[in-house]
């Protein structure tokens, strides 16, 4: 009576060890690297404005001071035009066609109140989010 017990216990733990995964070193795989936690990205905006039309800046009283706040304005990224007059006063007005960075911002309300800032003042701005 022991004789089979025995043998059907063993058939039943033989059965259920080759039923069972095996551990996945012995499937020739590793084990996946724990996570790092998740680092909280921090926003980037920038703030860019231009001057597409044509607005006056100043009068200059001669040309070398003209020429000094034409050299000034173009590092600036202005495009300058000057027109003299009769009795030597220079005539400034300037324009800024591309896109230029006015200021790097860590959040968005603050890059859009800059932004209103500066359309208040007369220039085109926009903001870019990266």
Do not use: C, E, Y
């Not at 795989?29 to 920038?46: I, W």
């Not at 860019?48 to 001071?65: D, F, K, M, S």
């Not at 030597?88 to 932004?115: E, S």
């Amino acid at each position: 009576m022991f004789r089979p017990t025995r043998l059907l216990f063993a058939a039943v733990a033989i059965a259920l060890i080759a039923l069972l995964p095996a551990p996945a070193d012995a499937q020739g795989k590793r084990p996946a690297p724990p996570k790092k936690p998740a680092v909280q990205q921090r926003h980037h905006f920038m703030v860019q404005l231009r001057q597409p039309h044509w607005r006056p800046i100043t009068v200059a009283p001669n040309r070398q001071v003209a020429q000094r706040i034409k050299l000034s304005l173009v590092r600036q990224g202005f495009i300058v035009h000057m027109k003299a007059n009769r009795s030597g006063q220079v005539a400034i007005k300037a324009r800024m066609p591309g896109w230029h960075t006015r200021a790097h911002v860590n959040n968005r309300p603050q890059a859009n109140t800059l932004a209103n800032v500066l359309r208040h003042q007369g220039w085109q701005a926009r903001v870019i989010g990266r």
